[in-house]
């Protein structure tokens, strides 16, 4: 086996990693999400201008989260390109 083979499956069991850790922070940041929702539909002390910037916040991080995601598969769509050279 030469090294571009073996440099392909550690890129390949690098992307595998990689995307089964994404998916587990996405089912923790889900059940966060969740978890903080019912908290907020408690808080009947908290404002709605406060409930407005969690929201926000909320929407934020997901975006930043894709973002990333969309980064990360990109450059390894990159590094495929290479080895399909």
Do not use: C, H, S
């Given at each position: 086996?030469?090294?571009?083979?073996?440099?392909?499956?550690?890129?390949q069991?690098?992307?595998?990693?990689?995307?089964?850790?994404?998916?587990?922070m996405?089912?923790a940041?889900?059940q966060?999400?969740?978890?903080?929702?019912?908290?907020?539909?408690?808080?009947?002390?908290?404002p709605?201008?406060?409930?407005?910037t969690?929201?926000?916040?909320?929407k934020?991080?997901?975006?930043?989260?894709?973002?990333?995601?969309?980064?990360?598969?990109?450059?390894y769509?990159?590094?495929?390109?290479?080895?399909?050279?």
């Amino acid at each position: 086996m030469n090294n571009k083979a073996i440099l392909k499956q550690v890129v390949q069991f690098n992307k595998t990693v990689f995307d089964n850790a994404f998916k587990a922070m996405n089912l923790a940041q889900d059940q966060g999400e969740k978890m903080l929702n019912a908290l907020l539909d408690q808080a009947t002390w908290l404002p709605e201008d406060g409930r407005k910037t969690i929201a926000e916040w909320m929407k934020t991080y997901k975006k930043g989260v894709d973002d990333f995601k969309k980064a990360v598969d990109e450059q390894y769509k990159k590094v495929d390109d290479f080895f399909a050279n």
